[in-house]
């Protein structure tokens, strides 16, 4: 029956297919290891410094790597041995600890003493000589405890007070304290070979263990944490208990980050605990090495893990990759993806359907094929054998008003209701579906190759040729108009048509100023305009007139496949060079002057853009779900992007002037540095300290004498000057990070 709703009703109606559903369930995503940006440094890339067994970030923004080999300087790109000036010496090469306190002293734990570092001034503390120092740690009242061992026959629990140093050694720690901890309350914990100690506040307190603790921490609950080779284990009140953990091999160390989350090195790889799952990063997966030694999280929320071969960061990204890991199927041959009301993810291949709701994961094929497992350690994923969905599913996706959600298929078009699909074997004429669309009598138009197919209920009631409406061409992909009714049709070889009554009412070529080339995509906006993703730029009309945005316009290219835009009204363009995004402003900007430079972010590799736009004939190719993540396919599968919680790295980076070479003599920078006169020839070596994407990191520098302007530079970090006239000259730099943000102040050299 042919629904009598009123004609302005069914187009709020389909109104509000286009427009956000802000009461349905948010997904849960939490970030698994596979989904953090990951960058290993090895021999391979040069980086020799050995082991590291301690890692340290001071407030000059310096990372600090202690290793086999000794103390090395790192700025993300270089790491350079530190020694320290003037004849001072470390008391060992091998590097045990590294503390930086808030003072901003760095306490370096060796083989056979401790040290400390603060202006440019190296203390000894003879109390802890030949002693290996292998935890150190500063409490809330800024004493600094270190613990030793290891080597001799009584470890050593020292507490250091305004350089003066107080040490219990009278054997109750075995042979060597293993790990300090200071947790939420502000009890102090040592772990030693022969079990726990609750040392501060009150009298000391003893826990036997059944195995040395190697390392402490704190759960979300507030709950201590004991790593021991075998496991980790809990205390609760006065009880030690086993830890639930699904873990297998030998356990080194505990580290929990600003979120709450366990990340736990063994002998061969990495676990990583949170929101109640359990995921691993091996050597296979990318790990610069098999054992982890060092985990440490720096001022940016950068994750560093130190391996017997290597150094590895994870950080956030802006787009986030999915996998089997996080619940979908074979998704990394998505074809079209479709975020529906209810808050399910639809993705689709040419073998099945996958349906993400609620975290569990529902696969749909038209034949039974081997067991499709889940995740490892998580159950199998749901699979339903549909005969439906018989025959080489083709991809494209769809939601009507009633909730439906649409398929194509080879054979036919299905629809998904009341938890089967039904098939319309009426649409067997409408081979190779490229799109669906609805009109305002709640009628299914198909865009078929040969064919535009019009279905009244689920009968197919009409077939138009495309040579019928004047073309030779078929529409790659088409939208319902919900206010003026009809369809607008987006063709394969270039163009865009309103199709109304059975006619073509209107039509856009590029001699109208619309892009050139394949429309990719088409969306209806809120005020009733068309924006067309073409090969040629990304085109919007209204009323008749057309206006493109295109690399004349700022654009990094002008391949679009898609647009569309997020809740807070900014676009989103998925771009052969790129993911942008266009402020809401910058876009009214444009709209009243098409020939203005708009403004944009890009998101390249470095933010989790695996691959760029493509072209495949299904659709959609973006989809925004109700709680305003937009999803995406791509050559590698399927992400998203959360426009509402992108990581915006807010630190300016500290700048500094590492090295300057003048007429061939070298002079370490500092503080205070004044070169002779009447020098000809300089090499500055200058950073700047972000880590988050130090390739990312811009610098403008000006040798005032010499340079009329700023010169700028992206992660270049020297600049020579030769045949220097004598005069006064001034070197400035300053720099900025990944997001933008400029350190304005930077370094000066007179």
């Known amino acids: 029956m042919r629904p009598r709703s009123p004609l302005a009703l069914r187009g709020a109606v389909l109104w509000a297919l286009l427009s956000v559903c802000l009461s349905a369930p948010a997904l849960d995503l939490s970030f698994d290891i596979s989904q953090y940006a990951h960058t290993a440094w090895g021999t391979r890339e040069g980086f020799t410094v050995g082991r590291i067994n301690a890692i340290a970030q001071t407030p000059d923004g310096y990372l600090w790597l202690g290793s086999e080999f000794g103390l090395y300087r790192f700025d993300g790109v270089r790491a350079v041995q530190w020694l320290p000036p003037g004849g001072q010496r470390l008391p060992n090469t091998y590097i045990r600890s590294l503390l930086a306190a808030r003072d901003g002293t760095l306490w370096i734990g060796s083989y056979a003493g401790l040290v400390s570092w603060k202006n440019n001034q190296l203390t000894q503390y003879p109390e802890l000589s030949g002693q290996e120092v292998g935890a150190l740690l500063e409490d809330r009242e800024g004493t600094v405890w270190a613990g030793t061992g290891y080597q001799t026959v009584s470890g050593k629990l020292c507490a250091v007070r305004r350089k003066s140093v107080q040490c219990v050694a009278d054997g109750r720690f075995g042979n060597a304290v293993y790990s300090l901890y200071e947790d939420s309350r502000g009890t102090l914990w040592v772990g030693a070979v022969n079990g726990l100690w609750r040392w501060k506040p009150g009298p000391p307190e003893f826990f036997p263990t059944p195995d040395r603790i190697l390392s402490l921490g704190e759960d979300q609950g507030g709950r201590l944490l004991l790593l021991m080779r075998g496991g980790i284990r809990e205390v609760v009140g006065e009880t030690i208990r086993a830890y639930p953990l699904s873990a297998t091999g030998l356990l080194e160390l505990l580290f929990r980050d600003h979120d709450g989350s366990l990340w736990i090195g063994m002998q061969h790889g990495l676990l990583h605990v949170h929101a109640g799952k359990t995921d691993t990063f091996m050597k296979p997966d990318g790990l610069s090495g098999e054992v982890i030694s060092a985990i440490f999280q720096d001022r940016e929320g950068n994750i560093w893990v130190a391996t017997d071969n290597g150094l590895d960061r994870f950080r956030e990204l802006a787009v986030v990759p999915l996998s089997a890991g996080q619940g979908f199927y074979e998704v990394d041959r998505t074809a079209a993806v479709l975020a529906a009301r209810d808050g399910s993810i639809w993705t689709s291949n040419s073998d099945l359907l996958n349906r993400w709701r609620e975290g569990q994961v529902t696969v749909y094929r038209g034949s039974r094929k081997a067991s499709s497992q889940g995740p490892e350690g998580e159950p199998p994923v749901r699979e339903i054998v549909d005969p439906a969905l018989q025959g080489e599913i083709m991809g494209s996706l769809f939601e009507d008003h009633r909730g439906r959600i649409w398929a194509s298929t080879i054979p036919r078009a299905v629809y998904f209701e009341k938890d089967r699909f039904v098939p319309l074997n009426s649409t067997a004429p409408c081979k190779f579906i490229h799109s669906f669309a609805e009109d305002t009598a709640g009628d299914i138009w198909i865009s078929a190759h040969e064919f535009l197919c019009h279905l009244h209920g689920d009968t197919l009631v009409e077939q138009i040729p495309w040579s019928g409406l004047g073309t030779n061409d078929f529409a790659e992909t088409m939208v319902g108009d919900p206010v003026r009714g009809g369809l607008w049709l987006g063709l394969f070889k270039g163009g865009v048509k309103y199709f109304k009554d059975r006619q073509i009412r209107a039509s856009y070529a590029g001699a109208d100023g619309l892009g050139d080339g394949r429309v990719n995509s088409l969306r209806l906006d809120r005020n009733g305009a068309i924006w067309a993703a073409t090969v040629g730029g990304l085109s919007r009309i209204q009323d008749g007139r057309v206006i493109t945005l295109s690399h004349k316009n700022g654009l990094p290219c002008d391949n679009l496949d898609w647009s569309i835009e997020d809740n807070a009204q900014s676009l989103w363009l998925n771009m052969a060079c790129g993911l942008v995004r266009i402020t809401h402003a910058e876009l009214d900007s444009w709209q009243a002057d098409s020939g203005r430079t708009v403004q944009i972010t890009v998101f390249d590799s470095s933010d989790g853009v695996k691959s760029h736009a493509f072209y495949i004939s299904t659709t959609p190719h973006v989809a925004k779900s109700p709680d305003g993540r937009i999803w995406f396919t791509n050559l590698d599968g399927l992400s998203f992007v959360d426009p509402q919680?992108?990581?915006?790295?807010?630190?300016?980076?500290?700048?500094?002037?590492?090295?300057?070479?003048?007429?061939?003599?070298?002079?370490?920078?500092?503080?205070?540095?004044?070169?002779?006169?009447?020098?000809?020839?300089?090499?500055?070596?200058?950073?700047?300290?972000?880590?988050v994407a130090p390739e990312k990191v811009r610098f403008r520098f000006r040798l005032e004498g010499q340079d009329k302007d700023w010169r700028e530079v992206v992660n270049y970090r020297e600049v020579q000057y030769s045949n220097l006239a004598p005069r006064h000259y001034r070197f400035r730099v300053i720099a900025s990070n990944n997001s933008g943000v400029w350190n304005q102040e930077g370094a000066i050299l007179d």
């Open 645 to 691: 919680r992108l990581p915006v790295n807010r630190l300016p980076p500290p700048v500094h002037i590492e090295q300057v070479i003048a007429d061939g003599k070298t002079y370490v920078g500092s503080g205070g540095l004044r070169l002779p006169p009447l020098v000809r020839d300089l090499t500055i070596d200058y950073t700047a300290l972000s880590f």
